[in-house]
């Protein structure tokens, strides 16, 4: 079965440092990954995704995603972190449908909250 | 292009009545998906449409819950009768290729 792990429950940082979000999965075949940031009251808001290319995904709003195939992780990272940034953020994997190549439902982790202090 | 449109926003209900919720996925996207987010959790699959026809419902209660997408178009969630665990966030996504655009939510809260 399919699954994506994010072990931390929450992450603090403070406003302009780098950040980063960790994820790993466990799939069988080749991984599309994506992530996704949750506001209070809001539904999921896309960031990135990795489908396959480049290692390093570049998403919204200054976002960007490391794809490693060995450590089975899709870290999202972020250069210098804002107080708006502040969110609930899921790591999300696509299961493949029965008898189809084009759509599958996402697996989440259980989310991870950014705290961004000034 | 429009989003996903969901309504209600929220909705305050005693155990044991009845709910439903709508959606209205982005024109064109033949895949729709209703999701449950309880709180502290990830969102978790209850059904998957491909056009009006179910293609995966392997989690949803169906003692209580029912879900229906005529023309493979809106989709309706219902809830019948509650329970206090089913409070959560409803969420409605619909995809096309390997994007996929969530709605914002219904908020339910069983009391």
């Known amino acids: 079965a399919q699954s994506v792990a994010q072990p931390e429950d929450q992450v603090n940082v403070a406003e302009g440092n780098p950040l980063t979000v960790k994820c790993t999965y466990s799939v069988s075949g080749n991984p599309y990954l994506f992530w996704y940031v949750q506001y209070p009251n809001r539904g999921l808001q896309f960031l990135l995704k990795y489908i396959t290319g480049d290692n390093l995904v570049k998403g919204s709003y200054g976002f960007e995603a490391e794809f490693n195939k060995s450590q089975t992780s899709f870290h999202l990272k972020k250069p210098s972190a804002l107080v708006s940034d502040s969110a609930l953020y899921f790591c999300a994997v696509r299961d493949m449908g029965p008898g189809s190549s084009n759509t599958g439902k996402l697996i989440f982790g259980q989310g991870t909250t950014l705290q961004v202090k000034p | 292009e429009a989003g996903v449109a969901q309504s209600p926003r929220y909705k305050i209900i005693e155990k044991r009545q009845s709910v439903a919720f709508w959606c209205n996925p982005i024109s064109g996207h033949a895949t729709l998906y209703w999701y449950q987010q309880i709180l502290g959790q990830g969102p978790k699959l209850l059904i998957q449409?491909?056009?009006?026809?179910?293609?995966?419902d392997s989690q949803l209660p169906k003692d209580r819950f029912s879900a229906e997408r005529l023309k493979g178009v809106d989709s309706t969630l219902k809830i019948q009768p509650a329970k206090l665990e089913d409070s959560a966030v409803y969420l409605c996504?619909?995809?096309?290729?390997?994007?996929?655009?969530f709605g914002s939510g219904t908020r339910l809260t069983v009391v």
């Open positions: 996504a619909s995809s096309l290729g390997h994007g996929y655009t």
């Open positions: 449409f491909q056009n009006n026809g179910v293609v995966d």
